[in-house]
């Protein structure tokens, strides 16, 4: 079983540019979240996808936007970068339904805005 | 809003001792509640959670936690640590009503010979 996978593992860009991450997500998992958590932090969620769709935000700018596929794969858009969002990015996914299903954490992007 | 306190930022100890990370949340509604292991340059890893039940929780690689409704507490334990524990640890709360994770600030675990 092929867990929860991101791409690119590092990345870096100049204040004012735009950047796509990417996540996988785990097999038979149709719903994904993404956190950013900068450095000395904990996680702060973004946003969750499910059936290809936002269904929860969380204190995020407009300027964060997502995408979710038909195959559950999942797309972080940041337009506009500021320095501020330097940051590892955490995508998760989990199987929709029941009392509570466990999110599956990726590796993370580790963004440098400069 | 759910949160939830992770007191120590950081929490020194030597091998073979043991540890308890604090953890305490915000609120005595009914609660999901889960630990974190972070090791370096990587993502995150669930430990253990606490959904109902037994409030003793047992997780992997030795962890523990006691989910205390009359302290809100939801304490991490290990009796004897490794030096292959040394990592950031997350204590996280399921938000009410939505299925997201509200994270503490984390406490790094550094363990030493």
């Known amino acids: 079983e092929t867990g929860v996978t991101q791409s690119p593992t590092h990345l870096i860009k100049t204040r004012g540019q735009q950047v796509t991450l990417r996540c996988s997500s785990q097999?038979?998992?149709?719903?994904v979240s993404w956190y950013q958590q900068a450095l000395g932090q904990g996680p702060q969620f973004i946003f969750q996808y499910y059936r290809e769709e936002e269904n929860g935000r969380g204190n995020f700018p407009p300027r964060f936007s997502g995408l979710q596929f038909p195959n559950y794969s999942s797309e972080l858009n940041v337009n506009a970068l500021e320095l501020d969002d330097s940051a590892l990015y955490l995508c998760?996914?989990?199987?929709?339904?029941?009392?509570?299903?466990?999110?599956?954490f990726g590796p993370g992007t580790r963004l440098t805005v400069l | 809003a759910q949160s939830v306190t992770q007191l120590d930022s950081q929490v020194p100890v030597f091998e073979e001792a043991p540890v308890e990370l604090r953890c305490n949340y915000s609120?005595?509604?009914?609660?999901?509640l889960f630990w974190y292991v972070q090791y370096p340059n990587q993502g995150l890893q669930l430990l253990l959670k606490y959904l109902s039940g037994s409030t003793l929780v047992k997780g992997i690689n030795g962890f523990e936690a006691e989910f205390n409704k009359s302290q809100t507490s939801f304490h991490l334990r290990k009796p004897s640590v490794h030096i292959s524990d040394t990592a950031e640890y997350f204590c996280a709360v399921k938000d009410t009503g939505f299925q997201k994770l509200v994270f503490g600030t984390g406490t790094r675990l550094l363990v030493s010979p």
């Open positions: 097999s038979g998992h149709n719903t």
């Open positions: 998760a996914s989990k199987a929709a339904g029941g009392t509570y299903n466990e999110q599956f």
């Open positions: 609120s005595s509604v009914s609660v999901y």
